[in-house]
């Protein structure tokens, strides 16, 4: 009996935060027809999401291809496959590892730092001061993050991969003696456009999850410090299984786009 | 003019506001005060729309404010200028931006009558000369006195102050009364101030309002509060708790 409520507070709660995130995305959605978005604070969020998380995103992307291309060298080359290390560390790079890793780390980093700032305004009624200045939050605070975010996590998705493919080809060739021309040709000969385009594509929507999640966090954030880090880390947590959780439906929808 | 009519607030099971009627006619100073808790606060919200009641009427200039949602309060809310308890200054941006924002917001570009407007805000509150810093390098007084700055820059018709000498020192307080007054007379403003500090009531107000049980139990002139013999008013006049040391 009390697992039976257990799971349905867990499972109304959930179902009301849905609705919640739904709620807010409307707002979103209705602000660029009739709001006034701060389009001028766009490039320093940019700045702020995109420019400052190259570092990580590129260690990550670096350290997952160079783990992954000897990870796969070492059970290949009991097959006498060595030459396939190259396509399989470049598809995984481009369709999953890429875009997750980056989503994860941009939501570790960007998420948390967004949900607290849009949380401590809300603490200390910043918020409340500019609404009462005439300008709505979602106009001011939430639409540059997300604009900044879209157009940031593809392009970090994209090093996150080239990164991922370098750092594989320098482990394979470089460390582990696969042949450079039999790696290059069976890279290029099994790895499209449309494996990158699936990465991009998936990063561009792990950005919306982020922002979306990390500003109605912010927005909702209970009174006080303690408030605020609970938004922040229930921000990251929120952001990083939406990710996990899109992704699985993210590889259906796309796999059928790109192999149609 | 701001009408309040028959307003009620119930947050979660507990009633804030049980019924609230009060007119604040214009040019005049109407202070609001209670005990702590009492619903000063929840009441001011109420009259620049950033709560909504659970049923009751607040009219500012004749328009119905409830009801209406953030994008509609807009046009309202360029008429009003609020200064908050800790003052809400943007904890990014310096003095000088935080008094220019409002002008910003309201489309004014050009640089010297930013400037310019800027500055004479300023110097209204007695701070020239700290443009360049930051909210967190000034005292409690000053970031109220920023607030208020950037409250009137936009030449509202109606100031609502939320506990303006709250948690600063007397003579700091007083200062702050003395500008209340002043900014009363040089921009002939209907201000609504909220507070439970009597000094500061008695001060600035042109009436009062005392807020009890979620009802106004007293509204009119301070003359009228100064001489009232209702043991109620009295014990929070003087600070009269009834406990005893005993």
Redesign the interface.
């Known amino acids: 009996m009390m697992l039976i409520r257990y799971l349905g507070r867990r499972t109304l709660g959930a179902s009301a935060y849905a609705g919640a995130l739904v709620l807010l995305g409307r707002e979103i959605f209705a602000a660029f027809f ?2 006034q978005p701060r389009w001028k604070l766009i490039p320093a969020h940019i700045l702020d999401v995109g420019a400052r998380s190259q570092l990580v995103v590129m260690v990550t992307g670096a350290f997952t291809g160079a783990v992954f291309a000897a990870q796969t060298f070492f059970q290949f080359h009991e097959l006498g496959m060595d030459s396939a290390v190259g396509p399989v560390v470049a598809i995984s790079m481009c369709r999953e590892l890429g875009p997750v890793l980056t989503g994860l780390m941009v939501a570790g980093r960007v998420g948390a730092a967004m949900s607290s700032e849009i949380g ?2 809300k603490v ?3 918020i ?2 500019l ?6 939050p979602i106009d001011y605070l939430v639409i540059p993050r997300l604009l900044a975010v879209m157009v940031s996590m593809p392009l970090l998705v994209g090093l996150c991969i080239a990164f991922g493919i370098l750092s594989g080809y320098f482990v394979g060739v470089k460390l582990l003696g696969i042949q450079s021309a039999y790696f290059m040709s069976n890279l290029l000969a099994f790895t499209d456009w449309s494996d990158v385009m699936m990465g991009l594509v998936k990063g561009f929507f792990f950005g919306i999850v982020i922002a979306v999640v990390s500003c109605h966090k912010g927005l909702t954030a209970a009174e006080g410090a303690v408030g605020v880090g609970r938004a922040a880390t229930s921000a990251v947590v929120a952001s990083s299984l939406g990710i996990l959780i899109i992704n699985f439906f993210l590889t259906l929808v796309l796999n059928f786009v790109f192999s149609a | 003019m701001i009408t309040v009519r028959n307003l009620v607030k119930r947050m979660g099971s507990q009633e804030v506001l049980k019924g609230v009627d009060l007119e604040v006619h214009d040019g005049e100073t109407l202070v609001v005060v209670g005990r702590s808790g009492c619903g000063k606060s929840v009441l001011l ?1 109420h009259l ?1 729309g ?1 709560l909504q009641p659970t049923s009751g009427e607040v009219l500012v200039d004749g328009e119905n404010i409830v009801g209406l949602d ?2 509609q ?3 309202i ?2 008429k ?3 200064l ?3 003052g ?4 990014s941006m310096t003095v000088e931006e935080n008094v220019a ?2 002008l910003r ?1 309201q489309g004014v570009r050009d640089p010297a009558e930013l400037r310019r407007r800027v500055d004479e805000a300023i110097e209204v509150v007695d701070l020239a000369g700290t443009g360049a810093k930051m909210p967190d390098a000034l005292s409690g007084g000053m970031r109220k006195r920023v607030a208020l700055a ?1 409250s009137i820059i ?1 030449s509202p018709s109606h100031i609502l102050y939320d506990e303006p000498t709250t948690g600063l020192d007397p003579v700091v307080s007083d200062s702050i009364n003395h500008l209340i007054r002043r900014l009363q007379k040089r921009l002939r403003v209907t201000s609504v101030v909220v507070t439970h500090d009597m000094k500061s009531a008695f001060h600035v107000a042109d009436r009062v309002a005392y807020l009890h049980e979620g009802k106004i139990y007293f509204l009119g002139s301070v003359d009228a509060l100064r001489a009232s013999t209702d043991p109620q008013i009295l014990d929070f006049i003087e600070g009269r708790s009834g406990e005893t040391d005993e």
């Open positions: 009739v709001g401590t305004m200390t009624e910043q409340d001061a609404r009462a200045l005439a300008v709505h | 919200r620049v950033l953030e994008r309060l807009a046009a809310r360029r009003v200028g609020i908050f308890q800790g809400a200054l943007f904890d924002f409002p917001e950037r936009g």
